[in-house]
């Protein structure tokens, strides 16, 4: 079974005999040990291989470099990174050096520093196929499609099984609108590697593509070969419901569920839904106080947020902004939750708990700094999007920051929502997602809270329901279009048409005409019944906290 893409990136190198050639017999023999330890991610063991080479020849490029992929693999990213850095000053042209220093570094979150070692190391070494891959990924992941695609396809032109640059490739074109090519990345990836459980799970994210019944058996297969790995045994579990749904088989397909579901959330060893649902209700009770008068009451004014849980209709909602000729789609920007976290940081007081102490210019500051970041996201247009599913609990804050912005709630039916996030293979985070209940408790903390905003704030905060848009796009579009103080456009009836990059899970769904809601709850009874009990259950009010 292969390893996983984020293993390759980090390990992508691993010591060569001629790497440590230098060192005297004893500590080569040590080397290699740990190369071979290393290599079956034996950690403890590569660490105590290391330890004498290390203690001999402390500043080492190589030991130091193996040291740094220990730490990467057992997630101690800062540590990593300055082993890597140690390294780097006894052997500053080491493109290996600085493309696991560039892994390290997007992995602790420095995503400018992570693109300058990558692309240093591309220079270095232009036939090193794990930095362009690493840089390709990089650049997707900041969502510079146009600057990935080449990078990519100079991996694969190096390596043409590289599966893990094969697989983003697809995935960078599904972004980009050419789903044909997409679908073909993934099926060539499968093919060079038929228990890649990314390519199989990509195909599955199309929602637009349908499996056959041999693709079913395949991925039935691979869940009951004792050899696949819990990483890609959750890939081959959702591919494989997907595939099974695909076919009727909906008993089967939710067993698939469950048990790819429970692989997930078994990973999330220190999540607390109970701290979250806390959270949220602490919000809200900090925004019930009225708020300072706002400095600039006209600030934010091009902002349009569209905030939602996943999965519930908020990129066709973008779309059809984005098909109006005033406004720019930025997508799911990272930039006011990292604001809001950069001035807990400042404060040294997590969030919500400074709200009370904040001041007009305090809160005119941080709209004005959000506003500065957002603009290496824009184009040229008025008005832009901003739809980062990290933005459903900033609303209080949104408002005081951007007192003129508009801020679009994308709702769904509770349990059409839940069970579509239960079917969903998130890249990161939304640990919630993965268990019934805790999807159950998630829905009602939004739910709340969106009451509360809409209460609050009934000027500048519409909801906008899913049902409604696709069932009778011609009145909600022109709803859509009126509250956000947009003159109507016709273009905007036709979403699908617009050409821009879509970095979500919809991606191949808003090429498509908008078409009515598919109620999906009837197919799986259990979990239909599990959401409807747990969604009547109470949630934390806001006061008495």
Known sequence: MSSSPQSRAASAGRAQPERYADLPAALRRQMAAAAEHLAADRLPQTVAALTPVL???AEHPEALR??????????????????????????????????????AQRARGDGESAEAAFRRAVTLAPELTAA?????????????????????????????????????LGETLRSLGEVDAAVAAFEQAIRDEPAAGGAWYALADLKTYRFDAGQARRLQGLL???????????????????????????????AALVEANRLKRASFTDWDADALEHHYAQIGAAFIAEAPEPLDPQLGAEAIFVVSLPRSGSTLTEQILAAHSQVDAAGEMPDLAQVIDAESARRGVRFPYWVAEADAADWDRLGREYLARAARWR???????????????????????????RIVNCRRDAVENCLSCFRQLFAQSHEYSYDLDDLARQWRSYDRLSRQWVQQFPGHFLDSRYEDLVGEPEP??????????????????????????????????????????RARASRYPEAERRLRTALERPSLPTNGL
């Open 55 to 57: 203690q001999a020849r």
């Open 66 to 103: 193996m040291l740094g992929i220990v730490l990467h693999k057992s997630g101690q990213f800062d540590d990593a990174v300055d082993a890597y850095t140690q390294a780097l000053q006894s052997a500053p042209d080491d493109a290996l050096l600085w493309n696991n220093l560039g892994s």
């Open 132 to 168: 362009w891959y690493n840089l390709g990924k990089m650049y997707k992941t900041q969502g510079r499609l146009e600057l990935a695609q080449p990078a990519l396809e100079r991996a694969l032109q190096l390596d043409t099984r590289h599966v893990p640059a094969r697989v983003t």
């Open 224 to 254: 009951g070969d004792a050899r696949l790995g819990d990483e890609q045994r959750i890939f081959v579990g959702f591919a494989a419901a997907k595939a099974l749904d695909d076919l009727g088989r909906y008993d089967e397909a939710y």
């Open 379 to 405: 184009g040229t247009a008025p008005r832009f999007t901003d739809k980062s599913l990290a933005n459903w609990p900033l609303i209080g804050a949104i408002r005081r920051m951007l007192p003129a912005a």
């Open 476 to 517: 909600r579009i022109a709803e859509l279009l009126a509250f956000c103080a947009l003159p109507f456009e016709a273009a905007c009836r036709e979403p699908h048409r617009v050409e821009r990059s879509v970095r979500t899970a919809s991606a191949a769904q808003v090429r498509q005409p908008i078409g009515a809601a």
